[in-house]
């Protein structure tokens, strides 16, 4: 299920995110189209739901927020993410597991 969501790139690892800004939750709340869709509390004003994406990456991927950029989507709420450095198999367990019950989900509606 990861290779369906994040691609090794040169240089690290490029993924999707759905973002859903105002959120009273900060998690990963699904797969959508290939990509990870993720609640954060910020508002999409002033850039803020944009840092907040990055802190929440940073968080469950156990990485410096300075390895995180966004690819494109700066002003939409589909966003491409790539991480410094990274490969599809250095992903922690704690964020496998995040995406893992959700593979579960969508196998079971298939």
Do not use: C, W
């Not at 998690?27 to 944009?50: M, R, Y």
Request: hydrophobic share 40%.
């Amino acid at each position: 299920m990861l290779r369906k969501i994040f691609e090794d790139r040169k240089g690290g690892l490029e993924f999707s995110v759905y973002l859903t800004p105002g959120s009273s939750r900060e998690e990963i709340i699904g797969i959508v189209q290939g990509g990870l869709k993720i609640a954060v509390h910020a508002k999409p004003t002033d850039n803020q739901a944009n840092r907040a994406i990055i802190d929440f990456i940073s968080s469950i991927f156990k990485i410096a927020q300075s390895k995180i950029s966004i690819k494109r989507g700066q002003k939409s709420r589909t966003k491409t993410l790539f991480i410094d450095d990274m490969s599809i198999d250095d992903i922690p367990d704690e964020a496998r597991a995040s995406i893992a019950k959700f593979e579960l989900i969508q196998n079971k509606l298939l």
